[in-house]
């Protein structure tokens, strides 16, 4: 099935809802940088709080870590991102665009765009060169080659070099991963397709530990449990697919790679959200030769040392964060309403506002038995109480939040102590006394949808 492109539609439903916003905005703009706003914010920490669930919380042989942004400038030439991370950059002397040699299939022509770069009359192409992706800045008042240091284009080297401190703290036993989330810095030479491919980005990254001889094992284990991973958020299956690295693509050190690759619609299809890569012992031992520090593991019941082969899980939270909108986003008619709806159907315990509560009217004590549910419901979820406008509108606000359930008091709540709760995705609705509110909300979202029918089925 060919999925359309929505990417459009998002980046102008994502700055009206606050959901992300141009850097810089009132300035023009900063090149491919983001902002996340209220709701994107919340959006984006429900991912990452559900990567951090899966990855550590819920394992007992992989441990968390967060590593500074700045590091030792000889990490990046033992890691060969000094030599090595960089792009090839062509010029167009007539227009001045700038172009990755790699992707040129990809571009447009600034002149035309219907052609691609080169093929226009006027097109004077350079030859590539290369262009390194690293942000270099300095440390401590002096601005010499001395002082350099890089924003730190992965997250991956501050696990390497960490290695045996949190194998020591922890006294884990190979295999064993170490994860974390943070803050990615390359300066991409064609940005672009929203918060796709940005200067400034947060990885989630996990290298797992493994002896040698054991580690295709352990890479057919993560490359599967990743891919679950992102159907367990709700991206659909078909519009998930591996991209097995060929030789030209695999880095020299590496042992196999697979990249995960969602189906964003349109022109731009199938692209990387993640990558699982076999890098054998190649950064520790770089780390090791570089630093000058032994970083072997040493297995006292086998009465052996080694430096442990890595297995890497790499994904991008803006990129996967970006895949649920795409994935969430529909243009929906609704029976008996000329007015369509904009829905976003993600997953409920992604949302960025749990449940809405709306007083059907401003009479009869219905604003005052709203709030005191919403102050309830609040001590566990996140909630967004709304009290002006139509109902309709109301609701239509958040089904373009994202909001799974919808709360309503009206004149009959007022009697009965009771409330309706609305479906967002197939807008049913049923009543159930106030005081469970909060416990049928979380039997739904136990249940990972937002139908009546998930109910029905006995979750609720
Ligand atoms: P690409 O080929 O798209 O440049 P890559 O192969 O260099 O990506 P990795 O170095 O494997 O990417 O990074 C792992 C993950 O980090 C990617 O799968 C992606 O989700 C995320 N990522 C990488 N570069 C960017 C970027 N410029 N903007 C947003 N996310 C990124």
Redesign the pocket.
């Known amino acids: 099935m060919a999925y359309p492109d929505v990417l459009e539609k998002l980046v102008s439903l994502a700055k009206r809802r606050g959901f992300i916003f141009q850097s810089s905005e009132i300035y023009g703009g900063t090149g491919s940088v983001w902002d996340y706003g209220p709701l994107g914010v919340e959006l984006k920490n429900n991912v990452k709080a559900r990567w951090w669930n899966a990855m550590v919380r819920q394992r007992d042989d992989v441990e968390g870590l967060d590593a500074a942004i700045l590091m030792h400038p000889r990490v990046w030439e033992a890691s060969g991102h000094v030599a090595g991370f960089s792009d090839p950059l062509i010029d167009c002397k007539t227009c001045k665009a700038r172009f990755r040699a790699d992707k040129l299939q990809d571009a447009q022509c600034a002149r035309k765009p219907s052609k691609k770069p080169g093929e226009h009359a006027e097109c004077q192409l350079t030859e590539p060169r290369q262009f390194n992706l690293m942000f270099k800045t300095f440390m401590g008042p002096v601005e010499d080659s001395a002082a350099a240091v890089y924003l730190r284009p992965?997250t991956a080297q501050g696990i390497f070099v960490n290695f045996l401190n949190v194998q020591q703290a922890t006294r884990q036993k190979v295999p064993f991963g170490i994860a974390q989330i943070g803050k990615a810095f390359?300066n991409?030479i064609t940005?672009g397709n929203f918060t796709?491919?940005?200067r400034e980005?947060e990885?989630m990254e996990m290298q797992f530990f493994v002896e040698p001889g054991t580690d295709m094992e352990w890479f057919e284990k993560w490359k599967a449990a990743r891919r679950e991973w992102h159907i367990g958020l709700g991206l659909d299956a078909d519009r998930l697919q591996f991209h097995q690295h060929g030789e030209k693509e695999l880095a020299h050190y590496a042992r196999a790679a697979f990249d995960i690759e969602f189906d964003f619609g349109g022109t731009l299809g199938f692209q990387?959200?993640?990558?699982v890569h076999n890098r054998s012992d190649f950064d520790l031992k770089q780390h090791q030769e570089f630093s000058g520090k032994r970083l072997e593991y040493v297995d006292q019941a086998a009465n052996k040392r080694y430096l442990p082969y890595v297995i890497e899980t790499?994904?991008?939270a803006?990129?996967v964060t970006l895949a649920t909108l795409v994935n969430a986003y529909r243009e929906e008619t609704v029976e008996g309403e000329q007015e369509g709806r904009t829905v976003l159907r993600l997953h409920p315990a992604l949302a960025p506002i749990t449940a809405g509560v709306f007083p059907l009217t401003k009479k009869d004590g219905q604003p005052e038995m709203a709030e005191r549910v919403a102050a309830e419901l609040r001590k566990r979820f996140t909630v967004f109480y709304d009290d002006a406008g139509a109902i309709g509108r109301r609701y239509r606000r958040q089904d373009e939040a994202g909001t799974p359930f919808g709360i309503t008091i009206d004149s009959d709540s007022t009697r009965n102590n009771d409330v309706t709760i609305r479906f967002r995705d197939d807008l049913q609705q049923i009543r159930v006394s106030a005081e469970k509110a909060g416990d049928v909300i979380a039997a739904y979202l136990a249940s990972d949808v937002a139908t009546a029918e998930a109910g029905k089925a006995g979750t609720a």
């Open positions: 992965e390359r991409e940005p796709f491919r940005t980005f990885q990387e959200i993640e990558g790499s994904v991008g803006d990129r």
